[in-house]
């Protein structure tokens, strides 16, 4: 049954634990085009958005009651929470909130959501340090670009195998993102990295399991805690990422160096993010659309006769169940889904509640929507016919759903999903006042006037 | 590149996450032979010495100027220092410092140092909790059982591919201790275990730096807080070490559950735990062992003419440095470590001083040593023939060196080795009283009195 490793080892590989450290301590701030800093800023507004909604979620609370035991500091803010807790636990907190409803940024190439590890570490660091807002959008472009480049390497046979990538790269992400942060030299920088490569934190198995939530935020903490510890003096091996025997090597057989130092510097991985509209799994995301549109168009659900939805085979081994129970199965249903996008016109956290998913006319229209499988559709496609009780016939084509690459979510309805989100927790005006933050946080001397909006008031 | 994970993903697995869940809960106090409970006892002084040993080494002082920065709440002791850090922070500490010297415990079939990881979240979690000394006991010997036996069920496959898998399966043993500790029921240890398998701490490419004994630390406090979040409600795969995507799947091609079940709760692997009397890799201890014989023969260094040293291949591939420079390099020499024993009767970390390397008696002894290659001798013996200057020899053979499972260290030698790490720092007397209480360590009502044995008078 022993493998041999050797075989297949790579023992010319480019330095590039060292490439990164050097590029995360020179590369100048704002060293990037205006698009590239605007995409950071949505990238951190939805993050936080996601953490604030979560904040009273048990996943939250579980692992917020497990930190008090160590009767922290009260060092670092938690997004939409009153406690306060050092700033290593308040990066676990942080990154399993923003993580918890599935609803936070996706690198669409690696599937890594790199907000949670490393915004979570950045945040909880800079409030500590008083880094200023430029420091911050530094980190978290500089962060997110080491994560997804590694994630890039070892796409997709380290997914594959098994690895939840957002947490087996994010410790490398946060460790850079809080190197940057504390102004490290490029040992330092390169001893952190190496720290955290020993660190890799996650596996699919979890998915469903508040453990999934927890790889974001274990590894924001890990990569602060290994920026902290090379501060110190902390050693690593210098080639941690790319040896034989190093993290890439030993967690996947696929390895291209290529895409960790080609056009680094130039080209920012922070491009390729994406936010979600909807709360569930991104193939079923078309179908919503559609549905939605159905809904701007001013039909109402009691006009329905019948809705043919003609989606790629995928969409309904995944997403197939007809009559979900609670929520959870909810979002594992295109019927739900669509059901609650032409009804609400959205499906948000709160569209996939228990109670909400049982009620009797959710059920009724779930009954009228007609699957029907289509592989000549793109999976990332949905094809929409209404037939109406009036006779008429309304067809909808969503080949690049909202929240794509090639059909962004706007600012407003980045903003519109943050106050989903917030309101309930923060209330509206507070909402409101945190994402105005949110946006000129580049600007911001520090992170305190954000930070205090973060906190619900008493 | 990519690999199909599938092909040989085991779908057909035993519920081990269960069955070791079951058996930590449930198996009896002190449910084991006398000799487990003396090796039980045996594990934690060795540890403890080796933790004090190193206290004031850079690593762990690195390490803790780290955690300083979080401003931990003063919960429990560090070995062999006045500070106290919150629990967490103390197993990360303490298991940093104990792996330092690389003269901790090893479980040969595995090569996993088993009380770092479990031992260090013990004593952190057991001060808070004001834990029995019996508690202790059966903590640590369940907490071993299970990172051993998943050690086995991944061994060699696991090691070979590039994991250190001390780190790798620390953290299964120590949230098993912990759970134990906590008296956590079945279900919470079993998600206890579950989240600690999605955190996998330690590549050896790190080997020669600070990060090799990151990993035992890491792995505890990672095991630690597990059963912290667990004990709160966290949730994490009840399948997580056996499923396809579950720990042993993606850590190894080679899985053999059975190692993990059999004879489970009658066979302890703490029986199978081995202490090193010698401060450097096992592989030059036969040939060290010979010499220390030589020198109790009432030999003197300045007798020998020559020393013909007869030993395996690979004795000289890993340790054939003949001049070495400094301490480190002594570690990989079996000349200078040959030397040490013939002049003082033992090598211990004070022989693999810097300066002590390079002193001219040493330098003059190492160059008298002829290593000669005989692969006929089994890769743990030696064959010594001492040239006297008088023209007599003496011949040494050496077929099991001490601190092997057929000559293992006496308690009297654990004792030694002790002080030797010990008194320098804790000042003989007071080390005495250490060792004492580490002898009844199973009788204790709590901790206190061991624990204020750890912390060197003001």
């Not at 920012?268 to 078309?286: D, L, M, Q, R």
Request: with cysteine.
């Amino acid at each position: 049954m022993a493998r041999n490793t050797q075989v297949s080892a790579d023992h010319n590989a480019p330095p590039v634990t060292r490439t990164l450290a050097e590029f995360v301590v020179n590369h100048p701030s704002q060293g990037w085009s205006d698009a590239v800093e605007h995409e950071a800023h949505r990238t951190f507004l939805n993050w936080l958005g996601c953490a604030v909604g979560a904040a009273h979620h048990e996943s939250t609370q579980a692992a917020l009651a497990a930190v008090q035991m160590l009767e922290p500091a009260q060092q670092a803010t938690l997004a939409g929470l009153g406690e306060r807790v050092d700033m290593a636990s308040a990066a676990l907190i942080n990154g399993i909130s923003s993580h918890t409803f599935d609803f936070d940024d996706t690198h669409l190439k690696t599937i890594i959501h790199p907000a949670g590890p490393v915004a979570s570490a950045v945040m909880a660091l800079a409030e500590h340090l008083g880094s200023s807002g430029r420091e911050v959008i530094d980190a978290l472009v500089l962060g997110i670009d080491v994560a997804c480049r590694v994630g890039n390497c070892l796409y997709p046979d380290h997914y594959d195998r098994g690895w939840h990538i957002t947490g087996t790269t994010g410790m490398l992400g946060a460790s850079m993102a809080c190197a940057r942060l504390l102004k490290l030299d490029v040992h330092q920088t390169q001893m952190a990295l190496g720290l955290a490569a020993s660190q890799p934190i996650g596996l699919r198995e979890q998915f469903g399991t508040m453990t999934k939530p927890f790889h974001p935020g274990g590894a924001a903490r890990a990569g602060l805690m290994s920026a902290l510890m090379a501060s110190k003096g902390f050693t690593s091996s210098p080639k941690a990422l790319e040896a034989p025997r190093g993290f890439a090597q030993v967690v996947s057989t696929k390895f291209d160096w290529s895409e960790i130092d080609s056009e680094l510097g130039k080209r920012f991985e922070i491009s390729f993010n994406t936010y979600k509209p909807f709360a569930c799994g991104i193939v079923i995301h078309p179908s919503i659309d559609a549905c939605v549109q159905l809904k701007n168009k001013g039909i109402k659900p009691e006009q329905i006769e019948r809705l043919d939805l003609r989606v790629h085979s995928l969409v309904l081994e995944l997403t197939g169940k007809k009559e979900p129970q609670d929520g959870l199965q909810g979002k594992f249903s295109v019927y739900h889904s669509c059901a609650a996008g032409l009804t609400f016109g959205r499906a948000g956290e709160e569209e996939y509640d228990d109670a909400l998913v049982n009620r009797a006319d959710m059920q009724a229209l779930r009954r009228k929507i007609n699957a029907i499988v289509d592989d000549s559709i793109d999976e990332a496609a949905a094809d929409l016919t209404a037939h109406l009780t009036d006779g008429t016939s309304h067809h909808i084509r969503v080949d690049h759903a909202i929240g794509s690459m090639e059909n962004p979510m706007t600012d407003e309805l980045l903003m519109g999903k943050f106050h989903a989100l917030s309101d309930a927790v923060l209330g509206e005006s507070q909402t409101q006042a945190l994402i105005d933050q949110c946006w000129t946080l580049g600007k911001a001397p520090n992170l305190k006037a954000l930070l205090a909006l973060c906190v619900p008031k008493k």
